[in-house]
């Protein structure tokens, strides 16, 4: 089992050391963001019912123990031209339910590319019962097997599994290693 709680206190510390690079493109997490407080099992429920699917194992989990960040994320542009915008890119359900509306569309129109990315790594797409977004052009991979949770990065017809779990991809994306 995963340890969310463990998870969720490295990464804190992180973010509470971290600082805005402004030479990156795109949108970073502030500076002392922590996570949000879970969900019940109660909403979880709600959850599924609003999604229409029954949630992966782990991520259940994950939401039990925390559900989005307390601050926007920060999106800057390098080259002075823009001003720092900040909005939620790393999704709290049920709260962005609606907000993600556009990823899902995306996913859609990009199936067969999506289909592509998860056959080759070995993944069996036809049991594919529906996509959770999870941060920016991301979204966990909802199966009929419970036990399976790939994230795939989706932008347009760029398509990548970028975990083949939950816990991978979370690991990649904050750049923990596993100890």
């Known amino acids: 089992m995963m340890d969310w709680n463990r998870f969720k206190k490295r990464t804190e510390r992180n973010f ?8 990156v493109w795109g949108y970073q997490i ?20 609003l999604m229409g699917f029954e949630l992966p194992t782990d991520y259940k989990s994950m939401l039990s123990t925390m559900n989005g960040l307390d601050h926007d994320q920060r999106a800057v542009d390098p ?8 909005g939620t890119n790393l999704y709290r359900y049920p709260n962005d339910f609606k907000r993600t509306r556009w990823l899902l569309k995306k996913i859609h129109e990009n199936i067969k590319h999506v289909k592509k990315a998860l056959a080759n790594s070995d993944f069996d797409t036809k049991k594919i019962v529906g996509f959770v977004p999870l941060y920016a052009h991301r979204a966990l991979v909802v199966f009929k097997d419970k ?23 979370w690991h990649n994306e904050f750049e923990l290693t596993r100890r």
């Open 79 to 86: 080259t002075g031209t823009l001003d720092d915008e900040f």
């Open 16 to 23: 509470s050391r971290a600082k805005i690079n402004k030479s």
């Open 30 to 49: 502030e500076p002392g963001s922590k996570w949000n407080k879970g969900l019940t099992q109660n909403q979880i429920e709600k959850l599924e019912k």
């Open 147 to 169: 036990s399976l949770s790939p994230v795939v990065s989706v932008w347009g017809d760029d398509v990548i599994v970028y975990g083949n779990n939950l816990w991978d991809y």
